[in-house]
């Protein structure tokens, strides 16, 4: 595109804001022209698909506190038809100066991982096809421990430009897991145990996202919720790597009968003269 071409175009029309419009009013307004216009949302329509190309040049210029300056700056002198020499010639040179060759704009995608695939990293084979160009083959590598939301950015892979192509950004959705989560670098996991286990102690083998198995030791008289650490079974981040975090959900039995019921009953006479509660009713006196 030649310089002048730029200055010809009303970029605060193309996005419906004030030439005095403030820089929160006009990030205000571009982040809803691109929401509706979205490639990704209006697939096949040509015609919004060159308002969000437009909308974006429009933005890439106004949101630029220098190249704004410069765009009124030339857009006066163009009014004016100042751009003209004496012979009657457009001076391209003095656009050029101002603008110069634009690079091609950056594309962001959406991509779902799984779970385990953002504790270990992962390599992503895309297939895409950038500016409706041919489709191609493109591999981004997912670093390890990557959260949800990230974005990855893979180099010279956007929209072609006279300076060169654009950048590809790809923000990460992360699956989540049906028994596993994650506290920063920590692993987190819930361990169902019984109530004889945790009242009499037991050793429990927990799975770890490795693939094997860990032995926990439950202390006698554990209480619900109690969280056990087993050290360096969490996510490694370079030198540093996390824990499994291992928290104790006591399953209390939906139906008691036979002998299970005779010494259930028992052992509620046994402690009959328990109060579990003094201090909670005191405190509540309070």
Excluded: W
Excluded at 242 to 270: I, S
């Amino acid at each position: 595109m030649a310089a002048k071409d730029l200055y010809e175009k009303d970029f605060y029309k193309v996005l419906g804001v004030d030439k005095k419009a403030a820089a929160d009013e006009i990030k205000k307004k571009y982040r809803a022209l691109a929401r509706d216009l979205h490639p990704d949302k209006t697939k096949g329509d040509t015609e919004k698909e060159e308002k969000f190309k437009a909308v974006s040049e429009a933005y890439e210029i106004l949101s630029d506190t220098k190249k704004r300056v410069e765009y009124d700056e030339a857009r006066s002198v163009f009014e004016r038809g100042s751009f003209f020499s004496r012979q009657g010639g457009l001076q391209e040179d003095f656009l050029a100066n101002l603008f110069g060759p634009r690079r091609g704009r950056d594309l962001l995608i959406e991509e779902t991982i799984t779970f385990r695939e953002s504790v270990f990293g992962t390599t992503l084979d895309l297939h895409l096809a950038i500016d409706r160009g041919q489709a191609q083959s493109i591999s981004a590598r997912v670093p390890i421990g990557v959260t949800d939301g990230a974005k990855i950015r893979v180099k010279g892979k956007g929209g072609a430009g006279e300076a060169g192509p654009g950048d590809l950004f790809i923000q990460l959705h992360v699956k989540p897991h049906p028994i596993f989560s994650r506290k920063g670098e920590n692993l987190v996991i819930t361990l169902p145990v019984t109530f004889a286990e945790a009242a009499l102690g037991a050793d429990i083998k927990v799975p770890t996202m490795a693939g094997d198995d860990v032995t926990v030791r439950i202390a006698p008289g554990t209480p619900n919720g109690r969280t056990l650490r087993v050290k360096g079974r969490g996510i490694t981040k370079g030198s540093t790597t996390g824990d499994l975090l291992v928290t104790v959900e006591v399953q209390v039995p939906q139906r008691v009968d036979g002998k299970a019921l005779d010494a259930l009953k028992t052992f509620a006479e046994e402690t009959a003269s328990e109060d579990v509660r003094s201090d909670f009713v005191s405190k509540a006196k309070k």
